[in-house]
C-alpha cells in the first residue's frame, strides 16, 4: 500500500458495514476511497504472519481474500495453511441490512499440524461472505471474494502461557514436581487428636525431618545420675544442654 493512515486513525466496522459497504463493493469492482483493506490469499500464510502485511496495528487484521474449492467438483472450501488449517466452529450467523439478509458470517479456529490430530492455538478468524455471491462449479475458485477479520485472543500471563505460535504452553516441569513433593509430604491429622495419639507419630513425620528419627519422647533426655533432687536437672532437647525446674518433672 502507497498510502498512509492519519493520526488517531481507528478501524471498527460493524458486521453489516463490513459487507455492505466494504465486500459488496469489492465483488462489484468498485473502488473504495480509502483502500484499507489489502488483497491476500491468507491461506498462504500461518495467522502469525498476517499482521506484517497490514497496515492496521490495533489487535485485529482484515483481508479481502479468495477461498478454492478443496475438491474439483466439490462446494467444499480449501481451509489448509502452510502449517496447519482452519476449522470452523459455532453455526453461521446471518448479516441484516433494513431487514434484509445481505451476508453470512463463520467463526474458524486455527489448529497448527494436520487434521484430525491439529493443535488448537488462540488465533481466531471471522469471515464475511456475501448471501447472494455467485458461484460456479466449472471454476476452482468458490468464492472471488471473501473478507476475513483475524485476531488473537488473550488469556491472562498467570493462568496460561503461549509461545510464539499462539498454542498454550505446558507448566514448567519444576513447578510440578515441587507440587507433587509437598502433596507427598502432608501428614492428614484427626479432627480430634489427643496428646497420646500426637506422641505417637516420629518426629521425622511431623517436622519433615529424616535425619531425626524416634518418638517426642526420644527428644527428651534427663542427664546425670540418681533421682531428681530440688535442684533443676539438666536435661537435653536437639543436642543442647538446657536446665529444668523439677516441678515441671513430676
Same mark, same amino acid.
Given at each position: 500500500?502507497?498510502?498512509?493512515?492519519?493520526?488517531?486513525?481507528?478501524?471498527?466496522?460493524?458486521?453489516?458495514?463490513?459487507?455492505?459497504?466494504?465486500?459488496?463493493?469489492?465483488?462489484?469492482?468498485?473502488?473504495?476511497?480509502?483502500?484499507?483493506?489489502?488483497?491476500?490469499?491468507?491461506?498462504?500464510?500461518?495467522?502469525?504472519?498476517?499482521?506484517?502485511?497490514?497496515?492496521?496495528?490495533?489487535?485485529?487484521?482484515?483481508?479481502?481474500?479468495?477461498?478454492?474449492?478443496?475438491?474439483?467438483?466439490?462446494?467444499?472450501?480449501?481451509?489448509?495453511?502452510?502449517?496447519?488449517?482452519?476449522?470452523?466452529?459455532?453455526?453461521?450467523?446471518?448479516?441484516? @441490512?433494513? $431487514?434484509?439478509?445481505?451476508?453470512?458470517?463463520?467463526?474458524?479456529?486455527? =489448529? +497448527?499440524? /494436520?487434521? !484430525? *490430530?491439529?493443535?488448537?492455538?488462540?488465533?481466531?478468524?471471522?469471515?464475511?461472505?456475501?448471501?447472494?455471491?455467485?458461484?460456479? @462449479?466449472? $471454476?476452482?475458485?468458490?468464492?472471488?471474494?471473501?473478507?476475513?477479520?483475524? =485476531? +488473537?485472543? /488473550?488469556? !491472562? *500471563?498467570?493462568?496460561?502461557?503461549?509461545?510464539?505460535?499462539?498454542?498454550?504452553?505446558?507448566?514448567?516441569?519444576?513447578?510440578?514436581?515441587?507440587?507433587?513433593?509437598?502433596?507427598?509430604?502432608?501428614?492428614?491429622?484427626?479432627?480430634?487428636?489427643?496428646?497420646?495419639?500426637?506422641?505417637?507419630?516420629?518426629?521425622?513425620?511431623?517436622?519433615?525431618?529424616?535425619?531425626?528419627?524416634?518418638?517426642?519422647?526420644?527428644?527428651?533426655?534427663?542427664?546425670?545420675?540418681?533421682?531428681?533432687?530440688?535442684?533443676?536437672?539438666?536435661?537435653?532437647?536437639?543436642?543442647?544442654?538446657?536446665?529444668?525446674?523439677?516441678?515441671?518433672?513430676?
Amino acid at each position: 500500500m502507497n498510502y498512509e493512515l492519519p493520526p488517531g486513525f481507528r478501524f471498527h466496522p460493524t458486521d453489516e458495514e463490513l459487507i455492505v459497504f466494504y465486500l459488496r463493493k469489492k465483488a462489484a469492482s468498485l473502488s473504495c476511497s480509502v483502500p484499507i483493506i489489502p488483497e491476500v490469499n491468507i491461506y498462504k500464510f500461518d495467522p502469525w504472519e498476517l499482521p506484517g502485511k497490514s497496515e492496521l496495528s490495533e489487535g485485529e487484521w482484515y483481508f479481502f481474500t479468495p477461498r478454492d474449492r478443496k475438491y474439483p467438483n466439490g462446494a467444499r472450501p480449501n481451509r489448509a495453511t502452510v502449517s496447519g488449517y482452519w476449522k470452523a466452529t459455532g453455526t453461521d450467523k446471518a448479516i441484516y @441490512s433494513c $431487514s434484509r439478509c445481505v451476508g453470512v458470517k463463520k467463526a474458524l479456529v486455527f =489448529y +497448527q499440524g /494436520r487434521p !484430525p *490430530k491439529g493443535c488448537k492455538t488462540e488465533w481466531i478468524m471471522h469471515e464475511y461472505r456475501l448471501n447472494d455471491s455467485q458461484k460456479t @462449479s466449472k $471454476s476452482k475458485i468458490l468464492d472471488e471474494w471473501v473478507l476475513c477479520r483475524i =485476531y +488473537q485472543k /488473550r488469556q !491472562p *500471563k498467570s493462568k496460561t502461557e503461549h509461545d510464539d505460535s499462539g498454542r498454550e504452553s505446558p507448566a514448567p516441569k519444576k513447578l510440578i514436581m515441587e507440587l507433587e513433593d509437598c502433596e507427598a509430604k502432608t501428614i492428614t491429622m484427626p479432627r480430634s487428636c489427643s496428646l497420646a495419639r500426637l506422641l505417637e507419630y516420629e518426629y521425622s513425620q511431623l517436622f519433615g525431618d529424616s535425619t531425626i528419627g524416634g518418638s517426642i519422647d526420644d527428644l527428651f533426655t534427663i542427664g546425670g545420675a540418681g533421682s531428681v533432687s530440688e535442684e533443676a536437672a539438666t536435661t537435653r532437647l536437639f543436642g543442647n544442654q538446657i536446665l529444668m525446674d523439677p516441678i515441671f518433672m513430676h
